[in-house]
Every structure is written in structure tokens, then in C-alpha cells.
Antibody
Framework: EVQLQESGPGLVKPSQSLSLTCSVT????????WGWIRKFPGNKMEWMGY???????SYNPSLKSRISITRDTSKNQFFLQLNSVTTEDTATYYC???????????WGQGVMVTVSS | DIQMTQSPSFLSASVGDRVTLSCKAS??????LAWYQQKLGEAPKLLIY???SLQTGIPSRFSGSGSGTDFTLTISSLQPEDVATYFC????????FGGGTKLELK
């Protein structure tokens, strides 16, 4: 069974970088697409970006200057880095798998990140 | 940017009711639309992909329809376990979520 699990600090200070890890079991990240999504307080959701089976990346244009998604295939993990965070980046962050047609067919449970001094 | 508008934002219905949720795109997205269910404290679950294809393991009371700009998620007979928030997502041009419909039991 495909399982995803997010991990990382729950509290980040403004202007610092937010770094999260998604650990995948039951499926290789060298297949399919692997993305980061966040849900803000108030329920708005945003697809932040993804990394493909080949390692290529695609980012939400609204985040392009601040976001980086990388991976470690030896550990079957992929990572999110979001730079220069503000309180508006406070959200629950999810990682998810996508196929060509089935976008977001497996999700992690999410990790809540608060940006506060 | 493509905007996705879901309606209603909130819906109260009885067990056994036929429930219809709407999602409208600000421009043509062909059939590149997915529906998700999210229960409180849980991860989103994919229900429908490509506007009308039922994801494996999802009960057949869920169905999706539409193409272009207007889409519908229908629950043919509402069950207590369907209480959740439902989101649509377009993936024709990048990816944009709708604002969600919160479904509760009357």
C-alpha cells in the first residue's frame, strides 16, 4: 500500500525557511509525480508544486521565487523548501502522489506549520 | 489564472437524499477536473478524476459529470459517513482548487 508521511518543524519564524520532508513507502518516487499542497486556515487550498519521476519540477507561479522541491531517491523521500516565510504561510502542508490522470490519488495526513515569532 | 467556484459553500441534507454539488471554472478546462472528500482531521481522498471517472474503492453512489466550465458531483443517496467537505480541483492549466462545500446532516 502506498503511504506518505510528512515531517518537519511545526513552528517557523518569519523571514526564515520552511523545510518539510515527505517519506514514501510502498511505491517508488522514481515513478509518477509527487507534490506539495497546503490548506490555509479558513479552508482555502493551494497546490504548491511537484517533482516528477525524472526529477523535473513544476511550481505554482505565485510561489516560483520562494519554493524548491527536491528528492532523495535512495531514501524514497522528497522535500519542500519555502523561503522568506511570513505569517500568511501558516497552513497545514500535505504531500501527495499523482498519476497522469489521477491527480492526488494518495495523500499524507498533513503537518501543521505555524509561522510566528 | 483559472478560478474555480464551488456552490453552495454549505449544504445540509438528510440521509437518503440525492445531493448535487457544483463547481464552475472561469474558463474551459476540458475534463481536467477532480473531486475530493475531506473529513475532519483526515487527508483529502480522491473521489472522481477526469470529471466523471470513479476512483477505485469509492462507492458507486458518488458520480461526476460535466466538461468545459460546469461540473457536478452527485451523491445519489446520502449516507452518514458522507459528512465532509468536498473540493474540486482543475488541472488543465496548473492546478486550482475550489473553495469547498461543507456537507452536513440535517
Amino acid at each position: 500500500e502506498v503511504q506518505l508521511q510528512e515531517s518537519g518543524p511545526g513552528l517557523v519564524k518569519p523571514s526564515q525557511s520552511l523545510s518539510l520532508t515527505c517519506s514514501v513507502t510502498g511505491y517508488s518516487i522514481t515513478s509518477n509525480y509527487w507534490g506539495w499542497i497546503r490548506k490555509f486556515p479558513g479552508n482555502k487550498m493551494e497546490w504548491m508544486g511537484y517533482i516528477s519521476y525524472s526529477g523535473s519540477t513544476s511550481y505554482n507561479p505565485s510561489l516560483k521565487s520562494r519554493i524548491s522541491i527536491t528528492r532523495d531517491t535512495s531514501k524514497n523521500q522528497f522535500f519542500l523548501q519555502l523561503n522568506s516565510v511570513t505569517t500568511e504561510d501558516t497552513a497545514t502542508y500535505y504531500c501527495a502522489r499523482s498519476g497522469v490522470r489521477r491527480v492526488g490519488d494518495y495523500w499524507g495526513q498533513g503537518v501543521m506549520v505555524t509561522v510566528s515569532s | 489564472d483559472i478560478q474555480m467556484t464551488q456552490s453552495p459553500s454549505f449544504l445540509s441534507a438528510s440521509v437518503g437524499d440525492r445531493v448535487t454539488l457544483s463547481c464552475k471554472a472561469s474558463q474551459n478546462i476540458n475534463k481536467y477536473l477532480a473531486w475530493y472528500q475531506q473529513k475532519l482531521g483526515e487527508a483529502p481522498k480522491l473521489l472522481i478524476y477526469n470529471a466523471n471517472s470513479l476512483q477505485t474503492g469509492i462507492p458507486s453512489r458518488f458520480s461526476g459529470s460535466g466538461s468545459g466550465t460546469d461540473f457536478t458531483l452527485t451523491i445519489s443517496s446520502l449516507q452518514p459517513e458522507d459528512v465532509a467537505t468536498y473540493f474540486c480541483l482543475q488541472h488543465n492549466s496548473w492546478r486550482t482548487f475550489g473553495g469547498g462545500t461543507k456537507l452536513e446532516l440535517k
